[in-house]
């Protein structure tokens, strides 16, 4: 995951996906955002960007996701906008059907990884 600027919320996740399967195939890698310290109640992990790849037997691709301000934010009826509030986020890769996080360094078949994010 990259951050750009820890000062705006936003970042770039990139992840590698690798078919070791026989047959060309097709993964959806997703990113998920959570904010374990948020003063509403938020869902666990939210959705908040995906892609479809399309990968021949052996073939590996890199998948970049761009989140913005928005993945980071939640609608504020109080404020009648969107709101990202300071802290620490939990940014989450998953491939397909959400699979746990067992890695911080890698993605790929059976594994997912994850990060943090800190807006100021």
């Known amino acids: ?3 750009p600027d820890p000062t705006r919320p936003e970042a770039r996740v990139e992840v590698t996906v690798t078919n070791t399967g026989a047959r060309e195939g ?3 890698v997703q ?5 374990p310290v948020s003063d509403v109640d938020r869902p666990v992990r939210e959705l ?3 892609r479809k790849v399309r990968l021949a037997p052996g073939e590996s ?7 913005d301000a928005r993945a980071f934010s939640y609608w504020s009826t109080r404020h009648g906008r969107w709101v990202a509030e300071p802290g ?4 989450h890769v998953g ?4 699979l746990p996080t067992t890695s911080a360094a890698q993605a790929g078949p059976g594994l997912a990884g994850r990060g943090r994010h800190r807006l100021r």
């Open 1 to 3: 995951m990259h951050v």
């Open 31 to 35: 990113v998920y955002v959570s904010d």
């Open 48 to 50: 908040r960007g995906f």
């Open 61 to 67: 691709a890199r998948v970049v996701i761009e989140l």
């Open 95 to 98: 491939l397909g059907l959400w």
């Open 26 to 28: 097709a993964e959806v």
């Open 88 to 91: 620490e986020y939990g940014v």
